[in-house]
């Protein structure tokens, strides 16, 4: 017998204890012969009003947190008063994301899960769609026991469509996050150079290009050295003027009600050349494609002066540092038919799905579906998106709310995140409510609403997150990890060398041979389900 190497050995064992470990802490309602080990029978359940039980019992909820956020959310107090409330507590099981990728897969592999997982970081469509059979379809639970996310449903059917799997099922369910943008990032460029150069903030693409010139040529930071970089990446939002608006960084655009694969259109070839024209003129980035987020991120804070002249950012505090006061937004820049186009959504970037599963292992549903539906009132979603009444929030006499400020060295984004599930599980809060609400026009949420004014007229509705078949899932990957790469390939070499005309046929022709439309068509038949949900 071949002996096995030591560190596979150790992998063996790592692997053993991990899979002992999650199957110890996180199975949730079945003992060892199917008998609920954890808890006791509960007491008298109701289907309405509190408490849920007449006697305490405990659900395990599993969520996972980005990086090393921690556990601190638990301690919210609205949290803590729903516990009292209904009578069931919760087993906190708060996992890392860092971390999350191999004990998920064990998780999923064992079959047996917690009652409840809370969060979209915690299983996406895929691992929904893949192991159905551990998951409870929930329009039934909907319908019998959750009043609060029925009437959410019945105000914004949009809620129903993201949640219907391509069964016809609701097996997760959404939210509806309060205040936020239409538009998603922005462009921002710095005055200060416009004001010292005695230029206006650019309004077309045209102007834009005179601008940047400008920049490139003319040493607006003052330092007497050419080491300005008018433009530093190339994204979607680059070629936005052209009316490509990819939210969702999947290809997809909706014209005229129907699903279009933008990277062979007439428009996108138009904004190749465009970018060609600023490369070769040395307005974009000489290290374009060869810098990684570190060296980008260096380059937006240069200590010495700032050398970026024009971005496209969620607001100008977010990359700039030290010279953020030099940026400003600015409206869409009007492109080559005169309109403005913003990457965004029309009906608010707001609507998530996937942020509450009961599992198949779960023996109490009927509780596990009225706990949820405690998330789905107003008040429960502001608290679960910032933080708690009298911590976070206070409540004025007159009905309305405003956010406290976050304590002295902390920013308001992580206060909330902090305090609060923030945009992970269920909430939802209705637009009339939303006018009740009010943030700090000069930091966090409220900036970002206030810049969003430039721009959320020319937001158009985007291609949605749809959902896809297990069948889908399994084409996708092979389907997309050629197509995108090569479309990511040649944009680049467009870019640098031109002659897109010349090479436009070849390239149509070559994507075409890896299955373009066998692509294009699992996306139209995906959005069409989508638009189709009653």
Known sequence: MKKQPKNSI??????????????????????????????????????????????????????VRWGSMGDNFIQNQWLKDLEKNTNVKIDWQVMSANDWSERKSIMLASGTLPDIILGSETFGDSDIVNNLSLFRPLDDYIESYMPNLKAAMQEEPELKKISTFPDGKIYSLPARLPLRPKSSRQPVINKTWLDKLGLKIPDTIDDLYNVLKAFKERDPNGNGRLDEIPVIEVSNDLISPFGITDLNNNFMVVQDGNAVYYPVSEAYKEGLKWEHKLFVEGLL????????????????????????GFSYQWTPDAVFGKWSDQYITIPPIAGPDGKRYTIGNPYGMNLERNELLISTSCKYPEIAARWADQFYTN?????????????????????????????????????????SLRDFGPKYVSPVFEKSIFLNPKTGDGLKLQLDKLG??????????????????????????????????????????GKIDEGWADYVKQLRGMGLEKLVKIRTDAYSRYVNVE
């Open 10 to 63: 150790n992998r063996t064992i790592t692997v053993i204890l991990l899979v002992t470990t999650l199957l110890a802490g996180l199975t949730a309602c079945k003992g060892d012969k199917g008998v609920n080990s954890v808890v006791s029978a509960p007491g008298q359940f109701h289907k309405e009003g509190l408490p849920i039980v007449d006697k305490p019992m405990t659900l395990k909820v599993l969520t």
């Open 285 to 308: 980035d000489k290290e374009l494609f060869t810098q990684d987020e570190t060296m980008r991120s260096a380059k937006f804070l240069n200590p010495d002066a700032p050398i970026v």
């Open 379 to 419: 008040e429960a979603s502001i608290q679960n998106f910032w933080g708690a009444i009298d911590t976070v929030i206070k409540k004025n006499i007159n009905g309305s709310y405003t956010l406290m400020d976050p304590p002295m060295g902390t920013s308001a984004d992580a206060w909330y995140w902090d305090q």
């Open 456 to 497: 959320s007229d020319y937001t158009t509705p985007p291609f949605p997150d749809v959902m896809y078949t297990a069948e889908e899932f399994q084409l996708l990957p092979t389907l997309t990890t050629d197509i995108d790469s090569y479309v990511n390939t040649m944009r680049a070499q467009f870019i640098i060398r």
